[in-house]
């Protein structure tokens, strides 16, 4: 699986935003995606994890009530969509995807896009 993220850039705090992430290639079963984000300076922390069906969601505990995950299988596509932006939501947003839930919160899922940067300015 290939994971292609975009709609990163600049943004005000209190501002939205909504990345989107286009898979590619034949995975071998039906795949969870996700979310991960890197801030300068800090470790690597989950973000958000959706089923294949959409009918389950997961989120940090940061962005509950803020980010919400969804995803279009018809369209390979995943996105996160981010209200009320913070400062602290500045990041690089990075794709994933894995069969298995628990690799999301061990920090390895199966396969990785690359990252698009967000900022978010006070």
């Known amino acids: 699986v290939q994971l292609q993220a975009s709609g990163g850039g600049l943004a005000q705090a209190g501002d939205s935003l909504r990345l989107s992430c286009v898979a590619s290639?034949?995975?071998?079963?039906?795949?969870?995606m996700g979310w991960f984000r890197q801030a300068p300076g800090k470790e690597r922390e989950f973000v958000a994890a959706?089923?294949?069906?959409?009918?389950?969601?997961v989120y940090e505990d940061s962005v509950k009530g803020r980010f919400t995950i969804s995803r279009d299988n018809v369209k390979n596509t995943a996105y996160l969509q981010m209200k009320s932006l913070k400062p602290e939501d500045t990041a690089v947003y990075y794709c994933?995807?894995?069969?298995?839930?628990?690799?999301?919160?061990?920090?390895?899922?199966?396969?990785w896009g690359q990252g698009t940067l967000v900022t978010v300015s006070s």
């Open positions: 290639g034949r995975p071998r079963t039906r795949y969870m």
């Open positions: 994933t995807a894995s069969e298995y839930y628990s690799t999301f919160r061990t920090g390895r899922p199966d396969y």
């Open positions: 959706i089923s294949w069906s959409g009918g389950s969601t």
